[in-house]
């Protein structure tokens, strides 16, 4: 017997007159008239060639056919109510789900160790993984799964088959030793341009302030070029060097080295960090209970 020739709804049949050993009221159980019910079992009839169920006063006892075949198909029935149909739940403190994230690291540095501290607390046992990786290899990655969510600034994840949520808006400044000459004042366009600059030019991804400066004709003396947001801090906390970095990077490197920033002298872009996910991730309850968890921790409203 071949199984695709085979209505799977009969075996929900089976088992309700296995159970009710009536024809009406297994029909009752499942919802269906008493014709229908009737053209069911017939049907199971041809499907086994065996009676299956006999009339035996005022109920139908099975045949020893359909008792060897209760065995089996009462089980798997059981097992679709309980297990396939039912909803599916995530339980974070008990969770061991492995999670992979596409982020640059200035989302590593901003995000993790908040994000970490929170999954200690509410679920222990759950663990992270980050990807770097080209802007440009970031839909392939979350299409096909490598990666589950992308935190950043991916202007080419905004299309058709992606959900995004807005975390964070930032501007550019300037970011500068303590105690830099620069520091105590507003810093003017001449000394901008006069001053020496660290650059950050990540291999593969969106360099939006060196776009703006160069749409704007603005060129300033660059000394160092460096390819890690990480590497900048102790460049510029021990050198006179000046760099011009996201607002909340600059933010967290105040909390963590002997810097300070100043505003820009040029309005600056604004940078619009997004949480990224794919449509296929969409309804997964796993992956809806991080998504509120970084949403709720991160978003500035």
């Not at 440009?136 to 992308?150: D, N």
């Not at 830099?180 to 030019?201: C, D, E, I």
């Not at 002298?265 to 969409?282: A, G, Y």
């Amino acid at each position: 017997m071949d199984i695709r020739s085979v209505d799977l709804n009969l075996l929900v049949v089976f088992d309700a007159m296995l159970q009710h050993r009536n024809v009406t009221r297994a029909g009752e159980a499942l919802g269906l008239s008493q014709p229908a019910m009737s053209a069911a079992v017939a049907r199971l009839r041809v499907l086994f060639d065996d009676p299956l169920f006999v009339r035996a006063g005022a109920q139908m006892n099975p045949t020893p056919r359909a008792e060897g075949l209760g065995t089996v198909i009462r089980p798997i029935v059981l097992t679709i109510q309980s297990e396939i149909l039912q909803p599916s739940i995530f339980d974070p403190a008990s969770s061991q789900r492995a999670y992979t994230l596409l982020t640059p690291d200035i989302a590593e540095m901003n995000f993790l160790p908040r994000l970490l501290a929170h999954l200690a607390e509410h679920a222990p046992q759950v663990s992270l993984k980050t990807l770097a990786m080209p802007r440009h290899a970031a839909a392939s990655a979350l299409e096909s799964g490598a990666a589950e969510l992308a935190i950043g600034y991916f202007p080419d994840l905004q299309k058709a088959g992606f959900y995004q949520q807005r975390l964070i808006r930032s501007s550019h400044v300037c970011l500068l030793r303590k105690g830099h000459p620069l520091g105590r004042g507003k810093l003017t366009l001449p000394q901008f341009l006069k001053a020496s600059h660290a650059v950050v030019k990540p291999d593969g991804r969106e360099h939006v302030i060196e776009q703006f400066l160069q749409a704007k004709g603005i060129q300033r003396r660059v000394v160092v070029e460096l390819s890690h947001f990480m590497s900048l801090l102790p460049i510029v906390e021990t050198s006179d060097l000046i760099a011009t970095v996201p607002r909340d990077l600059a933010a967290f490197f105040v909390q963590h080295g002997e810097v300070r920033y100043v505003d820009t002298p040029m309005k600056s872009p604004v940078i619009d960090v997004h949480l990224f996910w794919h449509q296929r991730f969409q309804k997964d309850p796993a992956h809806v209970w991080l998504r509120k968890q970084i949403h709720e921790l991160f978003r500035q409203d």
